[in-house]
C-alpha cells in the first residue's frame, strides 16, 4: 500500500534555519550541488551561449505573460538557495521537496518537455 505523502509548509522554514546555521563553506559546497540539481531541470528555451556551463541565461524563454526572460530569473536564483537548505536540512527530496521546486519553478519549463525523460539527479 502505497501513502500519501502530505504538502509539507515547515520544509522552507527547516531549509532557511539551515542555511542560516551553515558555515560559508558549507553554503559553498550545498549552493554547487542545488545548482546542478537544478541545471538538469527541462527550462523553457535554450542556452543564449552554446559553451555557456549552467541552465540560465537562456533565449527563447518567456513569462507567461509573453515577456521575454533577460538573465538569470529571480526565481531560479531563490529555489537555488532553497534546495541549497533542503540539502543542509537533510531533507529527503522526495514528493513534499519536489512540489516546494516545481511550486518555484514549474512556470519556466518547456510545456513539451517531460521531467521524467530527463537527467534530473539529486545529491
Same mark, same amino acid.
Given at each position: 500500500?502505497?501513502?500519501?505523502?502530505?504538502?509539507?509548509?515547515?520544509? @522552507?522554514? $527547516? &531549509? =532557511?534555519?539551515?542555511?542560516?546555521? #551553515?558555515?560559508?563553506?558549507?553554503?559553498?559546497?550545498?549552493?554547487?550541488? !542545488? %545548482?546542478?540539481?537544478?541545471?538538469?531541470?527541462?527550462?523553457?528555451?535554450?542556452?543564449?551561449?552554446?559553451?555557456?556551463?549552467?541552465?540560465? @541565461?537562456? $533565449? &527563447? =524563454?518567456?513569462?507567461?505573460?509573453? #515577456?521575454?526572460?533577460?538573465?538569470?530569473?529571480?526565481?531560479?536564483?531563490? !529555489? %537555488?538557495?532553497?534546495?541549497?537548505?533542503?540539502?543542509?536540512?537533510?531533507?529527503?527530496?522526495?514528493?513534499?521537496?519536489?512540489?516546494?521546486?516545481?511550486? $518555484?519553478?514549474?512556470?519556466?519549463?518547456?510545456?513539451?518537455?517531460?521531467?521524467?525523460?530527463?537527467?534530473?539527479?539529486?545529491?
Amino acid at each position: 500500500m502505497l501513502r500519501k505523502k502530505k504538502w509539507d509548509d515547515s520544509l @522552507p522554514k $527547516k &531549509g =532557511a534555519v539551515a542555511w542560516e546555521k #551553515a558555515s560559508k563553506a558549507e553554503k559553498e559546497v550545498a549552493i554547487t550541488h !542545488a %545548482t546542478e540539481f537544478i541545471d538538469t531541470l527541462p527550462f523553457k528555451g535554450e542556452h543564449l551561449r552554446r559553451a555557456q556551463a549552467l541552465a540560465w @541565461p537562456r $533565449k &527563447g =524563454a518567456f513569462r507567461d505573460d509573453g #515577456a521575454p526572460i533577460v538573465g538569470v530569473p529571480e526565481e531560479v536564483e531563490e !529555489a %537555488t538557495v532553497m534546495v541549497a537548505g533542503f540539502i543542509l536540512a537533510k531533507v529527503s527530496f522526495d514528493v513534499p521537496a519536489t512540489g516546494w521546486v516545481m511550486l $518555484k519553478l514549474g512556470h519556466l519549463f518547456g510545456d513539451n518537455k517531460d521531467i521524467r525523460k530527463g537527467r534530473t539527479q539529486w545529491h
